[in-house]
């Protein structure tokens, strides 16, 4: 019976070690995983930046392919002025203005609307004026102002009525 216990605890150290080199095995196996995990995320984080430069190079090589013809017009107005053909010349100009503002507008942009109340989300009262007018309302467009989709690019620059002066 004295070799009894002692069985017992070469059974318990061989269950020991055996559970032991179990979990590191698991601990190999989760730590190569989590290997391969980092790697995929670092090349999808690669190719996700590659894919959106070109994207945006795509972008702009649309955008500057649409603004060419209007680069040839404002030459030609360029031209007009050259030549001392003034009416060539305005009519150039408003040509080169309607291509680049239709351009623009197609692309999304809209001009801030500055009639009525003074909206400070997307006007931007440089001063405010003694004024018939009603008090708060844009009286005067300095620079007008633009929105692309929802979002103001450059607010409107206005004068804003302020109560009339009343002399006593």
Known sequence: MPDEPQVTEETQADEGG???A???AE???LFARLQRLAAEFDNFRKRNARESAALTDRANERLVKELIPILDDLGRALE??????EAKLEEGVRLVHRS????LVKEGLAEIE???KFDPHVHEALLSQPSDE???SV???VQKGYKLGDKVIRPARVVVAAPPIHEA
């Open 18 to 20: 055996d559970e032991l």
């Open 139 to 141: 009286i005067e467009v």
């Open 134 to 136: 009603e008090e708060g």
């Open 22 to 24: 179990a979990l590191q």
């Open 27 to 29: 601990r190999d196996e």
């Open 80 to 85: 007009a002025a050259g030549e001392h053909e």
């Open 100 to 103: 680049l503002s239709g351009l």
């Open 114 to 116: 500055t009639d009525g």
